[in-house]
């Protein structure tokens, strides 16, 4: 593959140099990554030493309209030569537009006004709702619910929320009143709730537990069980939303009958630009008041300018149906693929189960990555695929001829 002109300038040292100089600088949070990458144009990036790659994770799950996006570049070129940041003492046209936008796109049939408070990240607009949580019933609900596997983010009060045991305990104490209850398990919801409850938070899909979906009628079981006990059905759709299920939302597909009171964005919202929101309805959206919350950039008019441009762009290309129909003949062209168990999922978020005899998915990730491809192993026996929406039907094809090569060198070596 061609080394781009543009690539050798960004990149005056080769990958192993670049490599070297993070692990001397940069906390040792993510190891030292494998590829340092310097430019991006639509589903495809390039490396340090100049090797391209089709992304399938962009980002992921964040770069829903590929890399450098003309309509994306512009709208955030323009916004940033003409207002960059003002704070929250101020607000801009930019912030009040994604705001109305984001009230009628995650709430269409509500009844009841929305609200929306803008943050910066996932984890922030979970803490945005860990503290709506709080506020609903104050000291008469201390206790609120999470599932098994869930991931909310890293920031103390959504680590609280999430499950993963060696995520959470070396932070300890973590806020209070956070419980654990099986994925999925309506009678165990049923049993954990009651009058001291405060909230229960759902991934629609559990992502980072590797693309794992929630039993059918789970979520109306969730709404209507919350409802009978007055506590708030909190939905995290940081990584399922912003139609990467092929609608809006992910429970507009799954339980199109469900109406929750909060529901949380990041990752694809601002399609690589950092932003976060909480999104409430009824009497959810009037819990935080004057100075119960806030943030220096949150809901700052670059920002914003690009959730609206994304938005924009989604409709205007149609990649809603793009993510539907790429997804679901992907997903079928995927399941046929000898060492491949299931294919999980709904538009372009999709877990890729893998045979024990093709050994672990991490090694597999990395092959396809020399081959070309990258994508990630949430789980020891799974691929996720997290693609921009408007990835070809060649790229699309070509993975899976070059997954069927790897697991079929894989099961005979
Ligand atoms: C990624 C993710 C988060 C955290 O988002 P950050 O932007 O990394 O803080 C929270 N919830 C879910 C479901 C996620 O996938």
Redesign the pocket.
Known sequence: MSTPATAATAAADPNETWRTRYAAAVMNTFGTPARVLVRGSGAHVWDADGNEYVDLLAG??VNCLGHAHPALVAAVTEQLGTLGHISNLFTSPAQIRLAETLDALVFPSALQASRVFLAN????A?EAAFKIARRHGGAARPRILALEDA????TMG?LALTHKAAYREPFEPLPGGVEFIPAGDVDALRAALGPDVAALFV?PIQ??AGVRPLPAGYLEAARELTTAAGALLIL?E??TGMGRSGAWMAHHLLAPGVVPDVVTL??GLGGGMPI?AAVATGEAAQLLGPGQHGTTFGGNPVAAAAALAVIDTINKEGLLKRATELGDRWAAQLTAVPGVTEVRGVGLLRGVGLDDGVGPAAEVAAELEQRGFIVNPPRPDTLRLAPPFILSDADADAFTSVLADVLAERAAA
């Open positions: 992921i799950a990240s996932g984890t922030e979970n991931f909310h983010g890293r959504a991934e992502g980072e995290d940081v990584q990041a990752k976060g």
